[in-house]
């Protein structure tokens, strides 16, 4: 669910944007703007997982889901809620329950009304152990949902606690889609490749690993989109993918390796290019069981041998920033600025790990100890150029201490079933990240079935974690979360490597495109391509 990756932010959010747009125009032209029409093609270098947005796992699978299914709310381009289909709701004065009213004109587009059957119906699903939903944990706190009437919804409460809406506002499923389904199937229905929907656009056409095209929903409630269609096309090799960029095979492209913008503006100077603040940070992350990886000052150590602004300059070319923890920069009232990164040090690396008991005993340019040399699988998902490039570099970077590394590549959905199953040494993610500061999901020692792949436990990071979500008072919050940043990366459960700024490609004949660190497709429904005609 989208909407357990946001926090309501206090402050105006800042999106650091620009754009290039230059349009050929022969003299007498002029453009002009369609409303009723046209085709955008996404380029994308995987193909969904799941449209069930109880199952959904990658950041564009969510994106493209929330196209076709809503929740009840959403947060604007100034990180307020605004209803999607509720149309207004109210906190009791002790904060143990909300109530939302839902719109009466919101219908799936099957025809069938949506009411807050359909409420209850998706969070007891979430509740369902049987169903073992992955966003399980927005029920942490949740402790009964009841229907008030067919159009009013409550939810109760354990306790009060400052996102409340966060975790009730998530994308809603159809109850007479699943009601009669077994819940250990959920996960596996035809739902999950050929949803009804109940946004602004609907799945038309679906062919595995090559193409998702969406179209108007004629059922929709709201403005219908300008576009007729949206086309995502799913190709994974990025450099195949940059080049149909280049030659108008597509028209959009988000997360564009920095090194290819000067190329780009150059061969297609009628692309727009928008930077977005970064909410995406890459890192290395661990498998704590495995016994390379047991102690703090061996995973230390690995850092410390990683040049990282060295990084961000080889791969991103400065678009990226260190990164020293979950918490966006963004969210400034809870990032933790003071934490002092850990330093390239070859030296250093190298005498925290002979502290350990790695050195070269027998002279062959490794490091062992009890005679298992230091070695690990690094792993990454095929596609993804910024990956490949890091390990490379990684690879490299730890040969110099006598740490040998191979790297292994696997396509995506092969990747995240190894990192499920717990079956990896060491692997480069990368995680988008939340404006509201839960890290439950990644790092508490109870989501090891979640997101917690490395095996992540520490008891005082686990308490941090659960008195920041309790903690309705926005400046103790803050000096909780902080305290959790810091612990945190004491351990280097990760090697934190870069917040990552994401550069979005469109073809500057659509217009009214907005990405945010929100949404790459934010108020896409505005989005218009705009017609060329000559008098």
């Not at 975790?167 to 007479?176: L, S």
């Not at 490379?392 to 959905?413: A, F, H, M, N, Y």
Request: hydrophobic share 40%; glycine share 6%.
């Amino acid at each position: 669910m989208k909407k357990v990756f946001i926090f309501i932010l206090s402050f105006v959010l800042l999106v650091s944007v620009f754009a290039v747009v230059i349009m050929k125009n022969e003299p007498g032209d002029e453009a002009v703007a369609s409303s009723g029409g046209g085709t955008l093609i996404v380029g994308i270098t995987n193909d969904v997982d799941s449209f069930n947005p109880l199952f959904g796992e990658s950041s564009m699978a969510k994106e493209i889901t929330h196209l076709l299914l809503l929740g009840l709310a959403d947060l604007n381009d100034r990180s307020e809620f605004v209803g999607e289909l509720a149309e207004t709701w109210e906190h009791s004065p002790d904060f143990l329950s909300v109530t939302y009213n839902l719109r009466r004109d919101a219908w799936w587009s099957d025809g069938v009304q949506i009411t807050a059957a359909d409420v209850k119906f998706t969070f007891d699903l979430l509740a369902d152990t049987l169903v073992a939903s992955p966003n399980s944990w927005v029920m942490d706190y949740i402790k009964n949902v009841e229907i008030v009437s067919p159009f009013m919804v409550k939810f109760e409460f354990a306790k009060a606690y400052p996102d409340q809406i966060f975790d009730t506002a998530g994308e809603i499923v159809p109850k007479h889609i699943f009601e009669h389904v077994d819940r250990k199937e959920i996960r596996s229905h035809t739902f999950g490749q050929k949803p009804v929907s109940s946004g602004p656009f609907i799945l038309k056409r679906r062919v595995k690993n090559q193409f998702i095209e969406l179209v108007r929903n004629k059922n929709y409630f709201g403005k219908k989109p300008n576009l007729e269609r949206v086309i995502f096309k799913i190709v994974p090799d990025k450099t195949s993918l940059l080049l149909q960029l280049k030659n108008g095979e597509i028209d959009m492209m988000a997360g564009v390796n920095p090194d290819h913008v000067a190329d780009l503006q150059s061969s297609n100077p009628d692309i727009a290019l928008y930077r977005v603040s970064g909410r995406t940070y890459y890192y290395i992350g661990y498998n704590e069981k495995n016994p390379l990886f047991k102690e703090k000052q061996v995973r230390r150590a690995l850092t410390m041998a990683i040049d990282r602004n060295g990084l961000i300059e080889a791969t991103l070319q400065g678009y990226g920033k260190p990164c020293t923890g979950p918490v966006p920069p963004i969210v400034s009232w809870a990032y933790n600025d003071s934490i002092p990164p850990i330093p390239f040090n070859v030296a250093g690396a190298k005498n925290l790990l002979a502290n350990a008991g790695w050195k070269d005993h027998d002279g062959d340019g490794w490091l062992d100890k009890d005679g298992r040399d230091f070695k690990f699988v690094l792993r990454t998902n095929a596609g993804n150029q910024i990956k490949a490039d890091l390990a490379v570099i990684v690879q490299d970077q730890l040969k110099k201490i006598g740490v040998k590394v191979d790297i292994r590549s696997l396509e995506w959905t092969a990747f995240m079933d190894k990192l499920r199953r717990k079956e990896f040494d060491a692997y480069i993610g990368g995680w988008s990240t939340s404006f509201n500061v839960d890290p439950t999901p990644i790092f508490h020692s109870t989501a090891t079935n979640l997101f917690n792949y490395i095996g992540y436990n520490n008891p005082q990071v686990d308490q941090l974690i659960e008195a920041g979500r309790e903690e309705m008072n926005r400046q103790k919050a803050a000096k909780i979360w902080k305290t959790m940043q810091d612990e945190i990366y004491r351990d280097q459960p990760y090697t934190f490597l870069f917040w990552l700024d994401k550069i979005v490609a469109v073809n500057s004949k659509f217009k009214n495109v907005t990405p945010i660190p929100l949404s790459m497709f934010y108020g896409l429904e505005n989005w218009y391509e705009a017609k060329i005609s000559t008098d």
